[in-house]
């Protein structure tokens, strides 16, 4: 099975130390690329692939069986993830919007 990768990774690869100290790494082949997540997530529902994608954007398919999680034996992966806007007396309406639905939304999505 090929997977579902975004264009930046020229190859996409999963790398995990399991609890028996051992390392494993997965590079899926990969024959289609895009630049948005939501396309990731389009490509995979319609079958074209594996896709990596985040728990908060496919919990709710997983829930309705359209989508199904597999390589459920190794670790996830959690990281940090930060908004940055540059320190000005006006921010535009639209980053403002964006941020406040950021704040809103993620809490809800994650563990």
Excluded at 33 to 53: H, K, N, P, Q, S
Excluded at 70 to 94: E, I, K, M, N
Excluded at 100 to 108: E, I, V
């Amino acid at each position: 099975m090929t997977c579902v990768a975004p264009s930046a990774f020229a190859r996409a690869s999963y790398s995990s130390i399991p609890d028996d100290g051992s390392n494993v790494e997965l590079v899926p082949r990969s024959r289609l690329r895009f630049d948005d997540l939501e396309a990731i997530l389009d490509a995979a529902v319609t079958g074209m692939g594996l896709a990596w994608l985040p728990c908060w954007l496919i919990q709710d398919l997983v829930r309705d069986k359209k989508l199904v999680r597999v390589l459920t034996d190794l670790p996830g992966l959690c990281f940090d993830v930060h908004a940055l806007w540059p320190t000005t007396p006006h921010l535009p309406v639209r980053v403002r919007v964006a941020i406040d639905a950021l704040a809103q939304k993620l809490p809800g999505y994650v563990k």
